[in-house]
């Protein structure tokens, strides 16, 4: 079985991490993502910190991807896009509102070269409102929708999530959009524009707060590492290092307390029922602190499992590195890099069980590529003579890992 997108070929024009996000799931699924590169590069290239000089973050997600350096001011340079769109199934781009039509690049104007072309918009706000056409970060939209107001302790101040939730979460809404709409191309013909931004995925992400505060007219508060709707839940400190308890209803109660040989929490009736152990939070946790801090957070661990007590252990990065779990899902596989050997990457965390050619079976695969590492590629695809191809690099608008050769295949290894 062929990967699930072979055969469909994207357009990137994104840049920095939610657009590029959503080309490397789709180029994990199969597709043939051809990035076109500013001078300069993309700026995630330099999002430190640095492997042997490329950014971390542009390694994670632009593997598998080929990379055109071209300079998109330059109308010869916009003419061999739209050539290569033509050719194309998807584009995809964040600029601000109104650049892709300053640039002939706009939805409208494409789908006169490809009119069955599925054209896909990243953008901060959205295509409507007062805000649609301001730029914003990650950051700005977790605390611009109320995911800063609940995340930290409730004596502390508004914290941001510690990953790109909001960049990865537009990504992945973007991604599913492209393929309901090639999926909907695929039964009607018919392309269409589709869309995603980090403050709609951010409003749908505070869902539940959303619903209680309209049901019950109270702000929520920051809760730790706890959920407003259960407790007990969160982290406990143990004699050394901490686990994660989550308790969901009155059944995992009982089984904790009898793990922890506490049956007088079981019986006290403040904390019967979830309602109860909700409203008496905290001196519920206080308790449970002290039994917890008594003993060893593996010894706990092993006690709560026994018992079917949901729990984790608190993993740093170089621990989940050393996780037995971690290294059954194979969430890391090897690439070809020039500059970083012995390189490893993550992939998508989806499984086709019927694919010979999954994600998750692959032993290696092509890292991000160098900028411009397949610019003369690309355009001799576009249909891109070798004269126009010196002319544009002489004109330095375009750019490739030297000047334009002979047609030789593929230029290098990495991403190729």
């Not at 009119?115 to 056409?133: M, N, R, T």
């Not at 004269?387 to 030297?402: H, K, P, Q, S, T």
């Amino acid at each position: 079985m062929a990967a699930p997108l072979e055969g469909i070929r994207v357009v990137d024009v994104t840049t920095n991490i939610a657009g590029p996000t959503l080309t490397w799931i789709l180029a994990e699924l199969g597709a043939d993502v051809i990035k076109i590169e500013r001078p300069g590069g993309d700026e995630a290239r330099a999002m430190g910190p640095l492997w042997n000089g490329h950014g971390a973050y542009f390694l994670a997600i632009n593997t598998g991807k080929r990379s055109a350096a071209l300079d998109l001011k330059d109308e010869r340079v916009r003419g061999w896009v739209r050539r290569l769109v033509a050719g194309a199934d998807v584009f995809v781009e964040n600029f601000r509102r109104g650049k892709a039509e300053s640039l002939g690049l706009g939805y409208e104007q494409l789908r006169q070269v490809r009119p069955d072309l599925v054209y896909c918009s990243v953008s901060a706000f959205g295509e409507e409102g007062p805000d649609a056409a301001k730029p914003g970060y990650d950051s700005i939209l977790q605390a611009r929708t109320g995911i800063m107001s609940v995340t930290g302790t409730p004596d502390g101040p508004p914290v941001r999530a510690g990953v790109s939730i909001l960049d990865g979460g537009t990504a992945m809404w973007g991604a599913l959009a492209v393929v309901s709409a090639l999926f909907r191309r695929s039964r009607t013909g018919r392309g269409q524009r589709v869309g995603a931004s980090l403050f709609e995925t951010g409003v749908g992400w505070m869902n539940y707060h959303l619903m209680a505060f309209q049901g019950t007219g109270q702000v929520p508060p920051r809760q730790g590492s706890g959920h407003n709707a259960f407790a007990p839940y969160g982290a406990f400190p143990c004699r050394n290092g901490a686990i994660v308890v989550g308790i969901s209803n009155d059944r995992l109660f009982q089984r904790l307390c009898a793990a922890l040989q506490m049956p007088e929490l079981a019986a006290d009736p403040r904390f019967r029922d979830n309602p109860g152990r909700v409203a008496n939070r905290e001196e519920l946790d206080r308790l449970l602190t002290d039994r917890f801090r008594q003993d060893d957070a593996g010894t706990w661990l092993a006690r709560l499992e026994a018992a079917g007590v949901p729990c984790g252990p608190l993993r740093t990065v170089p621990e989940l590195l050393e996780d037995p779990q971690f290294h059954a899902a194979a969430m890391l596989v090897a690439a070809r890099h020039p500059d970083i050997p012995g390189l490893k990457v993550p992939r998508i965390p989806i499984r086709f069980a019927e694919a010979a050619e999954a994600a998750e079976h692959r032993e290696i695969v092509n890292g991000a590529p160098l900028l411009g590492q397949h610019t003369w590629e690309v355009l001799r695809e576009a249909g891109c003579g070798e004269r126009e191809m010196e002319a544009l690099w002489r004109d330095g608008v375009a750019w490739g890992l030297g000047p334009p050769a002979p047609n030789s295949g593929p230029e290098g290894a990495a991403g190729g």
